[in-house]
């Protein structure tokens, strides 16, 4: 069986301790709220493109909270990895 590890302000239960929970509640309201903007910017390059390309999978570009939740790492963990 493989252990999954842990950072150490979270609990087992959670996944994530409720400091995390709320930075990460607070990241999620700071990408949804920039989202428009950018969506508007990379359609607009899209149409002005003069070399036939298009945004694959743009209409897939939201992820969900539980998934987003999901793929925040510990901040340890990406620093020790920089």
Known sequence: MRRTRRHPTETAA????????????????????AEPELS?????IEQENKHGGWLEGFKDRFKGKDRLEE???PRSWRLSRV
């Open 14 to 33: 959670s996944g994530q301790g409720p400091e995390r929970q709320a930075e990460t509640a607070e990241a999620i309201g700071r990408v949804r709220e």
């Open 40 to 44: 508007a910017d990379a359609q607009a």
């Open 71 to 73: 793929r925040r790492l």
